[in-house]
Each structure stands twice: as structure tokens, then as C-alpha cells.
């Protein structure tokens, strides 16, 4: 784990949070589930983001939630937030192509993602 950010860290990375074949088989997974893939939004700016989502995650995204809740006690600290056990965990698949883009943001654009209190990206 490292803490990314001058002063205050902004984010916390983990490495190696999936062993080698749960990160296959969700690979492997999302890649099968490529033709149910959508346009991304953000609620009609069209020039802020361009990428296709998953909105149904595969099965095997059971595995990311898994390490989001077994990560979340370590990022907390490390953020200076409140400890906290995740009641509710969002899961969406994003396939960013060569071109495509998502700006700077922050995740409270809306009133249902302002009660977020962590977010989270697997690579």
C-alpha cells in the first residue's frame, strides 16, 4: 500500500490485491461480456467522458467487492477517515479504449453518489 498525494493523501493504492488467477477469470469474464457494454454518461456531457460500462457486473466481481471491504480499514486510516464497515458497495465494469477519456471529477455529482464514502478502481 502507498498514499498518493503531496501533503494529504488523496488516494491509497494497493497492489496485488487479486491473485494472479481470480484476476484472470475476471479478465476473462468482462471480455465475454463485451457485447452487453454501453456508452458511458454523466448525465448529458457528452465532451467530459467517453468510454462503455458494464452497469451488471460479472459474477466474478464478487472477488474486487471482497477486496474493497478487506482494504477499506487500511485506506480509511491512511485518509484520515472515520473507520467504517461498507454497507453498500457499487460495482460497474468501465473499458476505457485508445481515445477515450473521463476528466477530472469527483464522485458527488449527484445526490445517490454524494453519500459515497470511498471510491475504488481495479486495473
Keep these: 500500500m502507498r498514499a498518493l498525494g503531496p501533503n494529504e493523501p488523496l488516494a491509497v493504492c ?5 491473485d494472479g488467477a481470480t484476476h ?8 465475454a461480456s463485451e457485447r452487453d457494454m454501453i456508452d458511458s454518461s454523466t448525465g448529458g456531457r457528452d ?9 451488471t457486473p460479472v459474477d466474478d466481481a464478487e472477488a ?10 487500511e485506506a480509511t486510516a491512511t ?5 467504517f464497515e461498507p454497507q453498500r458497495i457499487e460495482c460497474q465494469i468501465t473499458a476505457h479504449r485508445d481515445g477515450d477519456f473521463y476528466k477530472a ?17 481495479y486495473y
Excluded at 24 to 31: F, R
Excluded at 47 to 55: G, K, T
Excluded at 105 to 121: C, F, K, Q, V
Design 24 to 31: 484472470d477469470s475476471l479478465l476473462e469474464a468482462t471480455i
Design 14 to 18: 494497493f497492489d496485488d490485491v487479486l
Design 64 to 73: 474486487v467487492v471482497a477486496a474493497v471491504r478487506r482494504c477499506t480499514r
Design 105 to 121: 471529477h469527483t464522485d458527488d455529482g449527484d445526490p445517490e453518489a454524494a453519500r459515497r464514502a470511498l471510491s475504488y478502481i
Design 79 to 83: 485518509l484520515s477517515l472515520p473507520a
Design 47 to 55: 465532451d467530459y467522458r467517453q468510454s462503455q460500462m458494464l452497469y
